[in-house]
């Protein structure tokens, strides 16, 4: 008896305890306005994430070296590592074998019907023993659900991905139009004062004069906006890495790379992408799994569990040693049909979300190509009659040079053929768009040079 209750004292002492981590907003808020792309934590990830140090701070910060700090700081990615790390301690439990159950029977009898101590006083224990193979399913279920947690964490880092893109594609557009629209707002103030002088001296109408003003006043109102269209695309990017937009100020950073226009893919190589690399795809077939992992646990629980009940009772001056069994669970009215019935289901709905979202994908696939060709046709018309306006301005700056045309032509020349430049750009952007989006449905790189997948079930702060 003594001895049992000190196996059971030994037992509870090894057992974990309880630590509070109170979260703290204000301190929440404190670590966030610190966080920094020059910070010593982040250039230890970096150098591991690419397998190589890098000189610190970066001189200039490209595609994948952003894209590797918001896999740093990303609070999504937190949140999808602690989904995982979640999942992975259900395989742990679903591996525990279950506990044995100590008893410890006490009775009084009165009268006393044997020849010692009126007592009834022992120690048993019922141990469980699971048969079928149950607690194997359990295993597999769980260790389908942590598999699909961690193809969750890569589609999230897939959209983090796609969000550090789009926002250095819009800062690549604002700075790209603040260029071009700088230049027309530069000739359209000057045609405006070309105007009124002229119209001093009785060379232009008062429309003509109002027509240019207003023409003035629309090109420094588009630089203006996009002015704000910049500092908006900062803030995005700053929101799309997870830091305060402030952590961007003395960042120089390189848009180089969306001046590069790629082929479209073969169809089948893409569609063999998409099949293949969808992580979303993957993580629905380990649910899938995991559903079915869960019938063939239904299935075993028809089968009965063993409960062992070894122990010793002093019964009134008797001394009884048990060897015999503590029971027997027996499923004989419904031989758990039911949990059948509701696993069979939700594997069938499992299957049927899998095959869904395969259509989705290959649908959404056809559909980024298609706007990928044809955006890289519209380029090129473009880029055909950009060509052709440089050729009108270059042919008006020789008709000026040889006094064939006056400044006010020229200048107007130069004018419009800003605006052939924003035109360009903005079928540039949208080649640029469309392969972001082709990029997304195959998850793969396109174009563009691989970024390593962060993976680590713990959180890199």
């Given at each position: 008896m003594r001895r049992a209750l000190l196996i059971a004292f030994i037992g509870l002492a090894g057992c974990a305890t309880y630590h509070p981590q109170p979260i703290a907003p204000a301190q929440l808020a404190r670590q966030f306005e610190?966080?920094?792309?020059?910070?010593?934590?982040?250039?230890?990830?970096?150098?591991?994430?690419?397998?190589?140090?890098v000189a610190w701070p970066p001189m200039l910060w490209n595609r994948e070296m952003l894209t590797l700090a918001a896999f740093y700081y990303s609070p999504a990615l937190d949140v999808a590592r602690a989904q995982w790390s979640?999942?992975?301690?259900?395989?742990?439990?679903?591996?525990?074998?279950?506990?044995?159950?100590l008893q410890l029977p006490f009775q009084y009898?009165?009268?006393?019907?044997?020849?010692?101590?009126?007592f009834t006083l022992g120690a048993a224990l019922d141990i469980p023993i699971e048969t079928a193979h149950k607690r194997g399913y359990r295993v597999g279920r769980a260790t389908h659900l942590s598999e699909a947690a961690r193809l969750s964490l890569i589609n999230e880092v897939w959209k983090v991905r796609a969000e550090v893109r789009n926002a250095m594609l819009a800062l690549y557009t604002a700075?790209?139009?603040?260029?071009?629209?700088s230049a027309k707002a530069e000739a359209e103030r000057q045609i405006a004062e070309m105007s009124r002088k002229r119209l001093a001296v009785g060379q232009?109408?008062?429309?003509?004069?109002?027509s240019a003003i207003l023409a003035d006043t629309q090109a420094q109102s588009d630089l203006a906006a996009a002015h704000g269209a910049e500092q908006d695309a900062r803030a995005q990017l700053a929101a799309a890495i997870g830091v305060p937009s402030t952590a961007l100020d003395s960042v120089e950073i390189d848009l180089s790379a969306f001046g590069a226009v790629p082929p479209a893919p073969p169809a089948a190589e893409a569609q063999r992408a998409a099949i293949f690399h969808r992580a979303d795809l993957?993580?629905?077939?380990?649910?899938?799994?995991?559903?079915?992992?869960?019938?063939?646990?239904?299935?075993?629980?028809?089968?009965?569990?063993?409960?062992?009940?070894?122990?010793?009772?002093?019964?009134?001056?008797?001394?009884?040693?048990?060897?015999?069994?503590?029971?027997?669970?027996?499923?004989?009215f419904d031989q758990n049909q039911g949990g059948i019935r509701e696993a069979?289901?939700?594997?069938?709905?499992?299957?049927?979300?899998?095959?869904?979202?395969?259509d989705k994908i290959l649908g959404d696939l056809a559909h980024a190509l298609a706007r990928y060709r044809s955006s890289l046709e519209a380029l090129h018309l473009s880029d055909a009659h950009l060509a052709s306006a440089r050729r009108q301005l270059d042919s008006q700056a020789a008709a000026f040079e040889s006094g064939n045309a006056d400044r006010?032509?020229?200048?107007?020349?130069?004018?419009?053929?800003?605006?052939?430049?924003?035109?360009?750009?903005?079928?540039?952007?949208?080649?640029?768009?469309?392969?972001?989006?082709?990029?997304?449905?195959?998850?793969?790189?396109?174009?563009?040079e691989a970024v390593s997948d962060t993976l680590s079930e713990e959180t890199p702060r």
């Open positions: 610190q966080r920094s792309l020059a910070s010593r934590e982040l250039r230890v990830y970096v150098a591991r994430e690419t397998g190589h140090d979640t999942a992975r301690a259900g395989i742990d439990v679903a591996a525990t074998i279950p506990n044995p159950v009898s009165t009268p006393n019907p044997g020849p010692g101590s009126p700075r790209k139009r603040i260029a071009f629209l232009f109408s008062r429309p003509d004069v109002d993957l993580a629905s077939l380990a649910d899938y799994a995991s559903a079915e992992s869960a019938l063939q646990l239904e299935v075993a629980k028809q089968y009965p569990d063993i409960h062992l009940g070894p122990g010793y009772t002093y019964d009134t001056g008797t001394h009884k040693i048990a060897f015999g069994l503590a029971g027997i669970s027996l499923p004989i069979e289901a939700k594997r069938k709905e499992a299957a049927a979300r899998t095959g869904a979202l395969q006010m032509t020229y200048t107007q020349a130069k004018a419009d053929y800003q605006a052939s430049e924003t035109t360009h750009l903005d079928a540039e952007v949208a080649v640029q768009q469309a392969a972001g989006i082709l990029e997304d449905t195959m998850q793969e790189p396109f174009g563009h």
